[in-house]
């Protein structure tokens, strides 16, 4: 929350505190509540042009009002011209600090009525909450404690619903500043302890500050000068530790005025004397004022007439250039009093005649402000009353086209009837085809699966024989050959290079042997028929580990469950041929086979870490590896997905159902 600083007014310091301004503050060009567009046409850019218009011009506030104005003035024309209406209420927010710190009350009211439209139609509920508080800062500066407090507790009950406290705080430290401006200081005390128990709760020290304010006025106010002297030397305490000028000041001040009113003059002195030095070195002379009016109360009680002669001369310098005549009228009085005490009654005559001239000025003042501020409610209510008949028209004119359109409405309602109907005749041949279409497309994969179930199917039964024939068949053979030559050998006496032949001619008997069992055992592995894929796979994986050609990690998760002898000879055979296209492509050095067992479905991963490839060259390749993979993948209805990259390795991902 972006709360404006407190706008000093030309009455005693006491009642001086005014209520906070708040700002509706954007992020990245977008409100921290959701963005409510007048047009969809409206982007972030858009929005975040305005944003940093407004956000250059606060820049300038306090150093050049002038150009500070400018940047607003451009971020409104901009949020005009694109259509954002948050953007043209937010404008209110910025440009009223502008205008109250001129004096101009009534143009920055004017200002924030208009917002006020803008986000009752086009805005959060934090926006209108927002509005309603600037409204009652605007009234309560015209004295109108009346209306300032209608909007404050309209603002309250919006911001109670949507539970924003740090802006409840304000909310009710405002109230609190009302009550004091009343002095109804049970209230004013009531309400800023409720604000101070919030600022505490959102650790803000700035808020803790400006609700101990307000607490201590009422506090003083009511003779408990402990309390409130207590709390105006935490105002001290959190100013110093913030670095805050003002808010030390303000801590310094009211502990003088409190000082002051219990006696304790030369504490208060010491006080008033640090704000005059600091308000000097800051260029703040209001500041000096007060203080210096202070000073001249604590010597006029010391009997000290020479300082406080000094300090009331030093107080009307400023009040003279800085046109403050309520502050003028007291230290004229001060004046009037100090010559009395030192026995110049002709001087304290004339000063006396000038304090009521100047009474007078400030009595014809104070009814310039009462009419001003009765002309600022009548434009008000003028102001809302063509509101209200400009609303009447335009309800008048929606009637009237309301009942030309209903005519129209009937027409076009019977001609969508007849064109609804025609659609859905339409929608409904349509449908009709696309099912026929769609089962014909279904017979076809369905004969196509059909197909490739028989070819798979006959492949496995002709290699199953193939391995029997060669094993049962071959295989014996070959061992019966092996067994009477290894008879013959113990019966022959063979010279020393026909026994080097012959042992030469029993090893390559031998191992042609173990190459036609691995042939067998490949083409139908005996291990899968009678304990199946698990230790099937495993088996495999060891040996392909045995042969020294890659590192292989098998890995099982999940129970083993059986699957039909063709399903877990497919998958066997995938695997088969996803490892050796491991071995003869990717120059991997090892590769992961990985089963993870579901109640439903089986997960089948291979990885390598390869040179992998360009998954795209897979369309054009000519190789029967993966298309036998994917054939057998359909023939499984699994999900086949496969993901390498240049210099990453491969991953191939089959989810099969059970």
């Not at 972006?2 to 209520?19: E, H, S, T, Y």
């Not at 046409?41 to 305005?50: C, G, L, M, P």
């Amino acid at each position: 929350m972006q709360v404006g600083r407190f706008i000093l007014k030309k009455i005693p310091w006491a009642n001086r505190l005014l209520p906070h301004l708040v700002k509706v503050i954007f992020v990245g060009g977008i409100c921290l509540c959701l963005p409510l567009y007048a047009s969809a046409q409206v982007t972030k850019a858009d929005s975040s042009k305005v944003l940093h218009l407004f956000t250059e011009g606060e820049k300038f506030e306090f150093t050049n009002p002038e150009k500070a104005m400018a940047y607003y003035d451009s971020a409104r024309q901009l949020a005009t011209q694109i259509g954002f209406l948050r953007g043209q209420g937010t404008y209110a927010g910025y440009a009223i600090v502008v205008l109250n710190n001129q004096g101009k009350f009534r143009e920055a009211l004017a200002l924030c009525q208009e917002a006020l439209r803008i986000f009752e139609t086009a805005g959060t509920q934090r926006d209108k909450a927002v509005a309603h508080i600037n409204l009652g800062n605007e009234w309560q500066y015209l004295s109108d404690f009346e209306l300032a407090a209608e909007h404050y507790l309209k603002a309250k009950s919006i911001t109670e619903k949507i539970g924003d406290r740090p802006l409840l705080r304000v909310i009710i430290n405002n109230l609190a500043s009302i009550f004091n401006s009343l002095k109804q200081f049970d209230k004013g005390k009531q309400y800023a302890s409720e604000a101070l128990e919030i600022a505490r709760d959102i650790n803000s020290d700035y808020s803790v500050a400006s609700s101990l304010i307000n607490l201590a006025q009422a506090e003083s106010n009511l003779n408990q000068y402990a309390e409130a002297l207590a709390h105006f030397q935490e105002v001290e305490k959190i100013g110093v530790n913030i670095s805050d000028t003002i808010l030390t000041m303000d801590g310094w001040q009211g502990q003088a005025d409190v000082q002051k009113v219990t006696q304790c003059t030369e504490e208060a002195s010491i006080l008033y004397k640090k704000i005059i030095q600091l308000a000097e070195q800051q260029q703040m002379p209001t500041y000096q004022m007060y203080s210096w009016m202070g000073l001249a109360d604590c010597y006029l009680f010391m009997k000290r007439f020479g300082p406080a002669e000094e300090a009331i001369q030093n107080g009307i310098r400023i009040a003279l250039e800085t046109g403050s005549s309520f502050e003028l009228l007291e230290l004229y009085r001060q004046r009037s009093e100090l010559a009395e005490l030192r026995g110049n009654f002709a001087q304290a005559l004339t000063y006396r005649k000038q304090f009521e001239v100047l009474k007078d000025s400030v009595a014809g003042e104070k009814a310039k402000e009462s009419i001003n501020l009765l002309e600022a409610r009548f434009e008000s209510q003028r102001k809302d009353d063509q509101i209200v008949q400009l609303e009447k028209e335009k309800a008048t004119q929606q009637s009237i086209i309301r009942q030309k359109n209903r005519v129209t409405y009937l027409l076009i309602a019977v001609v969508l009837a007849v064109l609804l109907l025609m659609g859905l005749l339409y929608l409904s041949y349509a449908q009709r085809q696309r099912l026929q279409k769609q089962r014909i497309r279904e017979l076809e994969t369905e004969k196509q699966l059909m197909a490739s179930q028989a070819v798979i199917k006959g492949q496995e039964e002709e290699r199953g024989r193939l391995a029997k024939d060669l094993h049962d068949g071959l295989g014996g053979m070959l061992s019966g050959v092996k067994f009477s030559l290894s008879n013959m050998k113990s019966n022959m006496v063979l010279d020393a290079d026909s026994a080097l032949v012959f042992e030469r001619s029993l090893d390559m008997l031998d191992h042609s042997i173990s190459e036609l069992r691995r042939v067998a055992h490949n083409m139908m592995p005996e291990v899968l028929v009678k304990f199946g894929l698990e230790e099937a796979l495993k088996s495999y994986c060891d040996s392909v580990q045995q042969s020294g050609m890659l590192a292989v990690n098998f890995q099982t998760i999940g129970v083993y469950q059986r699957m039909p002898s063709e399903k877990e000879i497919i998958v066997y055979r995938i695997v088969q041929e996803l490892v050796a296209n491991v071995v003869k492509h990717s120059r991997a050095r090892a590769v992961l086979v990985q089963l993870a067992w579901q109640p439903a479905i089986l997960d089948l991963t291979v990885e390598d870490d390869g040179a992998g490839f360009d998954i795209a060259m897979l369309e054009y390749s000519r190789g029967a590896g993966w298309a036998n993979i994917r054939s057998r993948a359909e023939f499984l209805r699994s999900k086949l997905d496969i993901q390498s990259s240049a210099g990453a390795g491969t991953s191939v991902h089959m989810t099969i159902p059970l």
